[in-house]
């Protein structure tokens, strides 16, 4: 099996969001590990795509399926609070705030309920930030590093300076993945990992 990068279009979301669910427990399937499957990407690669088609690209099999993406802001503290005015009220509503944090979801829906800009600590020195995620058969080839290139060369193009991720902190292939590209530790969350790169 061959793949190729290309830009992100429109009806593309449904692939993205079976991608973020298959890889989102620590990199491992997470289907069945919420009430509701749909929230992972609801909150982590949808909004992206919605507010910046332009800084989405995805992998894309020789069969023409998405087996993989990555999805960027070049601007974190404004996208915090688009994500949090105007993205979450109208999806959210589906998922109440908990008021205590008793399951994986409830700590996920409580975080997607305080994102706005500044809640993070990152996007001062780092103001763009990403997420990526490629399905089993694409992994250990060298496509997340090349969509990860892409989407920093889009970054310098447009002047920004620093970008950041973050990943579960038990994610042990992400953790010896992103040094390797030149990402830095940042003083984290528990439980997560950040890293940052000043882009040149």
């Known amino acids: 099996m061959t793949f190729r990068i290309r830009p992100f279009r429109s009806g593309d979301e449904p692939a993205l969001a079976d991608i973020c669910l298959r890889t989102a427990d620590a990199g491992a ?3 069945g590990v919420f009430e509701d499957d749909r929230i992972w990407a609801e909150v982590f690669v949808l909004p992206y795509v919605a507010r910046h088609p332009d800084l989405a690209f ?3 099999s020789d069969t023409g399926d998405v087996v993989g993406y990555v999805v960027a802001t070049d601007d974190t503290p404004a996208f915090e609070d688009w994500f949090h005015d ?3 009220p109208e999806r959210g509503a589906r998922w109440p705030r908990p008021d205590v944090e008793s399951t994986r979801q409830d700590g996920t829906l409580i975080y997607a309920y305080g994102r706005r800009g500044g809640a993070e600590p990152y996007g001062t020195d780092h103001p763009a930030h990403l997420h990526i995620d ?3 058969e694409a ?3 060298g496509w997340g590093r090349r969509l990860i290139e892409t989407v920093m060369d889009e970054l310098r193009s447009r002047g920004v300076g620093g970008l950041h991720l973050a ?3 038990d994610n042990a292939r992400a953790l010896a993945f992103y040094p390797r590209l030149g990402f830095t530790p940042l003083d984290s969350h528990p439980g997560v990992q950040a890293f940052g790169m000043i882009l040149r």
Do not use: N
Request: charged share 15%; aromatic share 12%.
């Open 29 to 31: 399937d997470a289907t």
């Open 58 to 60: 995805v992998l894309e």
């Open 86 to 88: 105007e993205w979450w």
């Open 134 to 136: 490629l399905l089993p």
């Open 139 to 141: 992994q250990g080839q």
């Open 167 to 169: 990943t579960s902190a």
